[in-house]
Structures are given as C-alpha cells and as structure tokens.
C-alpha cells in the first residue's frame, strides 16, 4: 500500500451491471414509442411488452437488489429496504424503519447520517440508494407507458366506432337511394 491511500473495505452490494439488463426484452430502448402502431392490438401488444418488462424490472429488484440488502450485515441496520405493492399492480423498493411505523427516503438520510452506521458500509449504502432510484423509475416508466398506451387503444377503438358508425350509416342510406 502506498503512502496515502487506506484500503477500500469490503463491498457488500454489488449494483445491477449490463449484463443484469441485456436478458431482459430489447423494449428496453424504448424503439416502439415511435411507430405508426397500424392494425389491430399493436398497440394492446405494445403496451404488454411494456407490462412484460416492467414485471422483469420488478424481478430484478425482488430477486437481485432485495436478497443483498436484506443479508448481512444490512440486516442489522435500524433501516431495511422492503418491497411495496401499489395497488395498480407494481412493485417498488422502500425504505422502512424494522416496526413498520415509517417509510421513506428521509429514513435512509438519517441511516447514512447516522455516527452509529458503520463507516465501511456508507459506500454500500449509497450505492443501494442509487440503484433503489434507478429501478423504480424504471419500473415507474414502463408501468406508465404500459397504461398511456392502453388508454390509447381504447380511444382508437371509440374512434373506429364512432367512424364505422357513420360509414356503414351512410353506405345504408346511399344504397336506400340507389
């Protein structure tokens, strides 16, 4: 070791990486927002990919970020990261204090301010903050996304509706003329 630099401690979270994302749908870049969406269900098979990728965005988070914040030495923590389920069906990451009472970012500021947190584990700790960020506005993005293009399609069909209505009216009353 040279003079002047400590030794980094150990890391205890390892932040989803590239490699995490690249198995997921490559509706991640988003190439289907700008298409014309003809036919019939393209935009109802749009909206599901979206559903479909929100759901791994979620898994990632369940099954990758959650299973590391939860082992030791977080578990000791007087804050814990804890999955929250809206009820329009997504999933989030929270902060909560361990009797429930309370839920929050401001919980994780006090955790990091904390002189009784352990110096080693602050690096951990923010970098599980970021990743928390990153993955519920993902989760937040594709969840929206799924539900603007549905909303969409339903406009579309009261639309052919409306146009199939006054089409097929005016195809009776031209042939009633005929």
Known sequence: MTAGHLAQPPRHFAPLEQPDFQRLAHAAYLKGLLKPFKGKGSLEDWAN?????????????????????????????????????????????????????????????????????????????????????????????????????LDCAGKMRQAEAAYQRRTQGHATTTESHS
């Not at 759901?55 to 000791?76: K, T, Y």
């Not at 690096?123 to 993902?138: G, S």
């Open 49 to 149: 990919q979206c559903i479909g990728l929100r759901d791994e965005m979620i898994a990632l988070a369940l099954q990758h970020v959650l299973p590391q914040a939860r082992r030791s030495p977080f578990n000791r923590l007087d804050v814990q990261l804890a999955p929250q389920t809206t009820g329009a069906g997504t999933t989030f990451l929270r902060w909560r204090n361990l009797d429930r009472s309370s839920m929050g970012v401001s919980l994780w500021e006090q955790l990091i301010a904390s002189p009784s947190t352990h110096d080693a584990l602050i690096d951990d700790l923010y970098a599980i903050e970021l990743q928390r960020i990153a993955l519920n506005m993902q989760i937040s993005l594709t969840h929206s996304i799924a539900r603007q293009a």
